[in-house]
Nanobody, 115 residues
Framework: QVQLVESGGGLVQPGGSLRLSCAASGSIFSFTAMGWYCQAPGKQRELVATFTSGSKTNYADSVKGRFTISRDGAKNTVYLQMNSLKPEDTAVYYC?????????WGQGTQVTVSS
């Protein structure tokens, strides 16, 4: 059983920054893919940024140039550095990992961008 624990969400003003963390219960390099999704009220969950096929990264067009995904294998943790935040980035952010064809989710962390 894979466990994912997110942290780092909160309230931030437009233009501000936050860093989300996702700690996994096992080696993050064992996962087929690992990254971040978000879900705003009334919307479907959508991809933000992920690692796939080793070190390849994939970003949603809306966050390219503003968000950066990174990882620390020694800590089994994946990060999402979010800069130049906009009100439309407000959502619950979920960590996701894929292993042997099964997807695992964290509990989510709320990010609110508002003045």
């Amino acid at each position: 059983q894979v466990q994912l624990v997110e942290s780092g969400g909160g309230l931030v003003q437009p233009g501000g920054s936050l860093r989300l963390s996702c700690a996994a219960s096992g080696s993050i390099f064992s996962f087929t893919a690992m990254g971040w999704y978000c879900q705003a009220p009334g919307k479907q969950r959508e991809l933000v940024a992920t690692f796939t096929s080793g070190s390849k990264t994939n970003y949603a067009d809306s966050v390219k140039g503003r968000f950066t995904i990174s990882r620390d294998g020694a800590k089994n943790t994946v990060y999402l550095q979010m800069n130049s935040l906009k009100p439309e980035d407000t959502a619950v952010y979920y960590c996701n990992a894929e292993l042997y064809g099964r997807r695992y989710w964290g509990q989510g962390t709320q990010v609110t961008v508002s003045s």
